[in-house]
């Protein structure tokens, strides 16, 4: 479940992003286009989070329990 979630930030984040840059300087891609990337850029960070997470938590419990 978090992996979803952290999907849905990277989707947000770039979308953010891309919004910015379209107020501040130009638009840099089309609604469709900055969606699609968006989307990607969810799919990604989802997978990502997915693939990482328990190896993050096996070395975080290792750094805990070597700690005098």
Do not use: K, N
């Amino acid at each position: 479940m978090s992996a979803i979630l952290w999907g849905a930030v990277g989707f947000m984040a770039f979308l953010t992003l891309v919004q910015g840059y379209a107020l501040v300087v130009e638009p840099l891609v089309s609604i469709t286009q900055g969606a699609f990337v968006a989307m990607c850029v969810g799919v990604v960070t989802a997978v990502g989070a997915y693939a990482l997470e328990y190896r993050i938590l096996a070395w975080t419990a290792g750094r805990v329990s070597d700690d005098p």
